[in-house]
């Protein structure tokens, strides 16, 4: 079972890189084709996606050609990303 488990995560994670390079090609060729990607990337892996966010908040930084791209595939990954792992939004908002 173990060995299932294993195969299936190592696949889950090289789907997710995947995208996380077609994004960024799609990114420097200027097409809106990273959105959708991009959203698909939060809804696969957790660890790809801060990964990606962390990538795509410093490349919006530093290339002022694909800022404005960059940054709206940052805000769509984020929101996301918060939508579908509830607890990480838990832990970093505590009211007491």
């Known amino acids: 079972?173990?060995?299932?488990?294993?195969?299936f995560v190592l696949y889950e994670e090289i789907f997710a890189l995947a995208l996380f390079i077609f994004?960024?090609?799609?990114?420097?060729k200027g097409s809106l084709w990273a959105m959708p990607l991009g959203i698909l990337?939060?809804?696969?892996?957790?660890?790809v996606t801060i990964a990606l966010l962390?990538?795509?908040?410093?490349?919006?930084?530093?290339?002022k050609d694909?800022?404005?791209l960059a940054g709206t595939v940052f805000l769509d990954v984020l929101i996301?990303?918060?939508?579908?792992h509830p607890n990480v939004q838990k832990k970093s908002i505590r009211l007491r």
């Open 66 to 68: 694909k800022r404005l």
């Open 41 to 47: 990337i939060p809804m696969s892996n957790q660890t």
């Open 23 to 28: 994004v960024f090609l799609l990114i420097e």
């Open 1 to 7: 079972m173990q060995y299932a488990a294993y195969w």
């Open 80 to 84: 996301i990303y918060l939508f579908l």
């Open 54 to 63: 962390g990538v795509l908040f410093f490349f919006s930084i530093f290339n």
